[in-house]
């Protein structure tokens, strides 16, 4: 090993900084953090430390650095342009036996500063011995990505409860063992995404009972509109650690792909010669699977809370006493918008956006139609397909004109993709003519003229006009 590495204690003991420049200042910044009470040794400062010691947050010695100057400090950074200073100071730390470090000047320094990723108390530290900092930057984003931002709740929380455990258990051995299935449960998830309360009673529970529940728990992951780029991180982590998958068909092969290639993988889209499993039964199959110990992860189309009954599948969870998340996705409406080139909103067009459902057989469709023809708004009906004809005709009957711009956007962000644009009026038309396939969804509004001016009319109009051909 070519560095010890150490976390130094640096509370309330001095430290002094040699230079009063911009690198200066982010070295002062990085010790302030660690708590230090800093010096600062310049003849000279800029900006950013003028400012540092304008508001007492560091002390300045006004003048040039020379020897005895640096007895009683703890740890010493220089950061001047002046070879002979840095030298100065490096030899007079080694003197007196305190650590120093000079800026980019590996040859110089007793110890490195590393590359830091932060959660809370938890730090990550990383170095190259001086080699590539450029290769620690890349490896240090890569682990920012890696780690959720909740992993600082976490780490207070585990450090909250080490004296009770240590307390409930004598042994070490059994406080490995309680910690270790702790750690492997629910817990983690709870108190990374912040939901500090039932992490508590998870493990005050686990406290009483001398060992923590053989509990799984249900993810509500939403898997977006399909393109798998637009999966956020975090559904991607829990995909990684599921244990099974469950799905439904508007998830594509490739999203589900990106499980453990270990899960077991339930497609509820399918079960019992194609039919869709029913509601209740998947209710109940996350439940048991869940209570058998497994990390389940249900993958759903979109949103998991946006015509996605996520919200029943929750209550379903969460009543048989199982910790259960919800991971936003990005919903077909926001997809489609995107990758069909029209903005929900515009502050010149449309000053808000509905998310309507389309899919009933009720005729009036048990909607408020007088709402929906009001001015200003983009409508998105969500499973609206097989009813194009009547979305359309109610929308003109309350009112809207039969030249309102509209569209049909199928299998949005895929590369498949196409879509139809229309009216009001030549919709259920453009909709007969070019049979697009489920899913679907129908746009209403002003902000669909906008593909043209975004240039995305081109291809896809084209498209349309191929099919026409093909139909006629
Ligand atoms: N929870 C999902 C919606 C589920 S309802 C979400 O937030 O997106 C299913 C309907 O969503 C489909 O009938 C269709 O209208 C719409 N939909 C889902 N994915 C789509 C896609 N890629 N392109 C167009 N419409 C889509």
């Not at 993810?219 to 977006?224: H, K, P, R, T």
Request: with cysteine; proline share 5%.
């Amino acid at each position: 090993m070519e560095n010890l590495p150490i976390f130094m204690n640096l509370k309330d003991r001095p430290a002094l900084v040699v230079g009063g420049g911009t690198v200066a200042a982010r070295k002062a910044e990085l010790l302030l953090l660690a708590g230090a009470s800093v010096t600062v040794i310049a003849p000279r400062v800029r900006n950013e430390m003028r400012r540092m010691i304008d508001t007492g947050r560091v002390v300045w010695r006004e003048q040039v650095f020379g020897p005895g100057l640096v007895r009683g400090f703890r740890i010493v950074i220089a950061a001047t342009d002046n070879e002979a200073v840095n030298r100065l100071v490096f030899e007079e730390c080694e003197r007196h036996a305190i650590p120093v470090n000079v800026a980019d000047q590996p040859e110089l320094c007793s110890f490195i500063l590393p590359s830091i990723v932060e959660r809370g108390p938890l730090t990550l530290a990383l170095s190259t011995g001086g080699r590539s900092p450029i290769l620690a930057r890349l490896l240090k984003a890569r682990l920012e990505a890696l780690i959720p931002a909740g992993f600082g709740h976490l780490t207070e929380l585990l450090g909250r409860y080490r004296g009770a455990v240590k307390r409930r258990f004598a042994v070490q051995e059994a406080r490995r063992h309680f910690w270790e299935r702790m750690l492997d449960g629910p817990l983690v998830q709870l108190a990374t995404s912040g939901r500090i309360a039932q992490a508590e009673r998870l493990i005050e529970e686990a406290l009483e009972a001398g060992q923590p529940a053989a509990l799984g728990e249900v993810w509500l992951i939403g898997a977006g509109p399909g393109d798998a780029d637009l999966l956020t991180l975090k559904a991607l982590r829990l995909l990684q650690q599921a244990d099974v998958v469950v799905h439904d068909r508007l998830v594509p092969e490739a999203i589900v792909n990106l499980a453990r290639r270990e899960a077991e993988r339930i497609d509820v889209g399918k079960c019992m010669n194609r039919h869709t499993l029913p509601q209740e039964e998947i209710n109940r199959l996350l439940v048991d699977l869940a209570k058998q110990g497994k990390r389940v992860a249900r993958l759903k189309g979109g949103d998991p809370f946006i015509f996605g009954r996520g919200g029943e599948e929750m209550e379903a969870v969460i009543e048989a006493g199982i910790p259960c998340l919800a991971v936003p996705g990005i919903t077909a409406a926001a997809g489609c918008a995107a990758a069909a080139g029209m903005p929900l909103t515009h502050r010149d067009h449309a000053q808000s956006v509905r998310f309507v459902t389309g899919h009933t057989k009720k005729d009036d469709m048990g909607l408020d139609w007088r709402a929906l023809v009001a001015e200003g708004q983009t409508l998105v009906f969500y499973m609206g397909l097989a009813n194009v004809e009547r979305i359309c005709e109610r929308l003109m009957a309350h009112g809207m004109r039969p030249d309102m711009p509209a569209a049909i956007v199928e299998r949005g962000t895929l590369p498949d993709q196409r879509v139809f644009e229309g009216t009001l009026a030549s919709l259920p038309e453009v909709a007969r003519r070019t049979e697009p396939r489920s899913p679907s969804l129908i746009v209403v509004g002003e902000v669909v003229r906008l593909r043209e001016r975004l240039g995305f009319v081109e291809s896809t109009s084209a498209s349309a006009a191929d099919l026409s051909l093909f139909a006629a």
